[in-house]
């Protein structure tokens, strides 16, 4: 665990340098990049920046929502123009009928929560399946920005509080713990969706004629 956080932490150290002469436009352009299938460390990008300017914790966390969903649309306009095959190519059959589905069903949410997840989530098969289900560009952009907004927000409480170092155990955590995530993500979607229907049924019988 030790070595792990070493080699993390002078890794971090080495994108600031690279990053630091860009300002607030780095994490932007890191961000956007990530989004468009280049594989970016980006919390700890974020992290860093946080953690190197506590004063503009915020800016960063919208620099860096922002750019993700703009990045994003690079996946849009591959999925869009002819996407299903490549899908296909990268999940099993199975999943591509959960994925289609999904977006059938409930197209923001099936994009959101995804975005909320750090790495291992495959979330650019999910940014695929939401163009080849032809989701509005609008709704595909704000999906992808609210969502990378709670993820991004809770790091940047994780730094604020516990310190950069927080990041990498961040990482290791989901790393080697990703299906408790999973899990409880699961769990908290399904208690939500269930207490929103019991919420409608009680509204519905107020508005019954007696």
């Excluded at 860009?22 to 352009?29: E, M, P, Q, R, S």
């Excluded at 990045?71 to 849009?76: D, E, F, T």
């Excluded at 069903?105 to 999910?126: E, G, T, Y």
């Excluded at 955590?173 to 409880?184: D, E, I, N, R, T």
């Amino acid at each position: 665990m030790n070595a792990i956080k070493h080699i993390l932490t002078r890794y971090t150290a080495f994108l600031w340098a690279i990053l630091k002469p860009l300002g607030v436009w780095g994490v932007f352009a890191v961000a956007a990049l990530d989004g468009a299938a280049v594989g970016l460390p980006m919390d700890v990008v974020v992290g860093g920046y946080v953690s190197q300017n506590h004063g503009r914790w915020l800016l960063y966390v919208v620099m860096a929502a922002t750019g993700s969903a703009l990045g994003s649309l690079v996946i849009y306009a591959i999925g869009y123009v002819g996407g299903e095959e490549l899908l296909r190519k990268r999940v099993s059959p199975a999943r591509f009928a959960k994925l289609h589905n999904a977006f059938e069903k409930h197209p923001f949410w099936s994009l959101m929560f995804p975005a909320m997840l750090p790495p291992p989530m495959p979330f650019k098969a999910f940014a695929l399946g939401a163009a080849v289900a032809e989701m509005s560009i609008s709704h595909f952009v704000l999906a992808i920005f609210l969502g990378r907004m709670v993820r991004f927000l809770a790091l940047a409480v994780v730094v604020l509080y516990f310190g950069q170092d927080a990041v990498h155990v961040v990482r290791i955590f989901f790393s080697h713990h990703f299906h408790w995530v999973l899990v409880f993500v699961a769990v908290a979607i399904l208690t939500w969706f269930f207490a929103r229907r019991k919420a409608k049924r009680r509204s519905t019988k107020l508005l019954e004629p007696s």
